[in-house]
């Protein structure tokens, strides 16, 4: 799912919670919803040799996404239910953690919802830890 209909979704979850959550933290929300994602930036860089120009991580994700019965996954370490665990953990220490917690949370619910409509469940490891037993490919 592209960022911008995580920004859209995010727009609409916040201003939901609005009445009942300061805007600061509907704020962490949205802003989590949407920053998550940067870690497919990141695997694009990796994969383009540490070309971190963002029209060249776009072109990787148009080849990437043209490639049928897909082989290979990108792991992306933000989505990894351990990162939402961690992430969590942290709100012990701050609040706002826990706010960011939920925009991920609502982020990965939805990339969820889009990879089982689109047939893609598998395109994607869920568990930080098997891919550390296993590959440990980017
Ligand atoms: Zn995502």
């Not at 990787?60 to 490639?67: F, G, L, P, T, V």
Request: proline residues 3%; contains cysteine; aromatic residues 18%.
């Amino acid at each position: 799912m592209l960022p911008k209909s995580h920004f859209i979704i995010g727009i609409i979850i916040g201003a939901l919670l609005l009445p009942f959550v300061p805007w600061y933290y509907v704020i962490a929300i949205i802003a989590a919803n949407v920053l998550i994602d940067f870690d497919h930036y990141i695997v694009a860089v990796i994969r383009n040799k540490g070309d971190c120009r963002l029209d060249k991580a776009l072109e990787y994700y148009d080849r990437y996404n043209a490639i049928k019965n897909k082989k290979t996954y990108n792991f992306t370490v933000f989505h990894t239910i351990e990162f939402h665990i961690l992430v969590l953990f942290m709100s012990t220490v701050s609040p706002i953690f826990f706010y960011v917690f939920i925009g991920m949370l609502i982020h990965s619910l939805t990339d969820l919802v889009f990879l089982i409509k689109h047939g893609n469940i598998i395109e994607r490891e869920y568990w930080f830890w098997r891919w550390w037993k296993n590959d440990r490919k980017i």
